[in-house]
């Protein structure tokens, strides 16, 4: 798969900040409906990790909750023009993986 910047093809779980495999080491294939071709793997997490993401979560809320709304639209504006920045890549990703 052909990327402008291949740092946006993870096969990874974002949990608190860090990219990371199943603790069991297992994968789930991820492939191209259209035509069978496999494009990559995500990590099988199991309940351990789906613990620890959901306690992340529980702390990241009262650190964004105490944000003023100018900070929150800031993270945002920033999270948008990073996505119109790579649209290209993204969009290519999204139609490989969708079909």
């Known amino acids: 798969m052909k990327l402008n910047d291949s740092n946006l093809f993870r096969q990874q779980a974002l949990i608190n900040g860090e990219w990371l495999d199943a603790n069991n080491g297992e994968v789930i294939d991820v492939t191209n409906p259209a035509n069978g071709d496999k494009l990559g793997s995500v990590p099988k997490m199991g309940a351990d990790e789906t613990r620890a993401a959901i306690d992340a979560a529980n702390r990241a809320l009262p650190v964004w909750r105490a ?33």
């Open 67 to 99: 944000l003023t709304a100018k900070e929150r639209a800031n993270i945002l504006r920033n999270w948008f023009n990073l996505m119109m920045e790579h649209q290209d890549d993204l969009a290519r990703l999204m139609t490989l993986e969708q079909g």
